[in-house]
């Protein structure tokens, strides 16, 4: 499972319409927005599955200029790096 804590990048003034985008995607949560930037946490089983999501946005919103990973966690690797220690 990866947690990922998230700034998309917008157009300003397009937060509201781009933020109610996102919440109709499942494991996506909007915490907040101000001035062109909103903060998401998403959750997804895979990292592919995560750079695959935010690629879509991009892709079909051209009113969002960037995704910007702030924090990334695995359960999984902490659990490998458990199992190694």
Not at 3 to 31: D, H, M, R, W
Not at 72 to 77: L, W
């Amino acid at each position: 499972m990866i947690i990922a804590g998230i700034v998309v990048k917008v157009v300003s003034g397009k937060e509201e319409p781009l933020a109610e985008y996102l919440k109709g995607f499942p494991n996506v949560t909007v915490e907040g927005s101000t001035d062109g930037n909103l903060a998401i946490v998403v959750e997804a089983n895979h990292a592919q599955e995560l750079e695959k999501l935010t690629q879509r946005w991009q892709d079909n919103q051209e009113d969002i200029i960037g995704v910007f990973p702030v924090y990334v966690n695995s359960e999984d690797i902490d659990e490998d790096i458990s199992r190694d220690c």
